[in-house]
């Protein structure tokens, strides 16, 4: 029989590297390429045309999306930078974007989906909220 003083620390050992930050998930498992899937709750000029967002093993990320500037066709290119770490089923986002000639410092969150998207959510600004749904290449 094994005396339970040596079995207590592995015993720790287990529940604790069970109860990771980001269960097993880290840059390295969610690297790669999403594009826009989806969007609710924005109108024509909210909501971007198309969208991509690029997660670096590193922890950078990347974002390029177009947004409809007029009904008859024209669009601006906004690109955002910065980093991202992965707390839970979390990826929390630090990012500078760029509209035209202003630089904007954003914080947000997008939830990990089960089949290995991601879905994030901001206010409307009159009212509600918009969500972007992304699919992994």
Known sequence: MI??????P???????????DSAGLGPVQVAGTYDLRSITGASFLEAPLNATILLKRDGSAERR???PTDAVGGAQSVNA???YRVVDSMIRFTIRE???SATYLRRFDAEILPE????FSYPRPADGTIVETYGKR
């Open 3 to 8: 005396p339970i003083a040596r079995v207590i």
């Open 10 to 20: 592995f015993i720790l050992m287990s529940v604790l590297v069970g109860c990771n």
């Open 65 to 67: 999306a177009t947004y």
């Open 81 to 83: 930078v910065g980093t």
């Open 98 to 100: 760029t509209w035209g």
């Open 116 to 119: 290995g998207g991601l879905s």
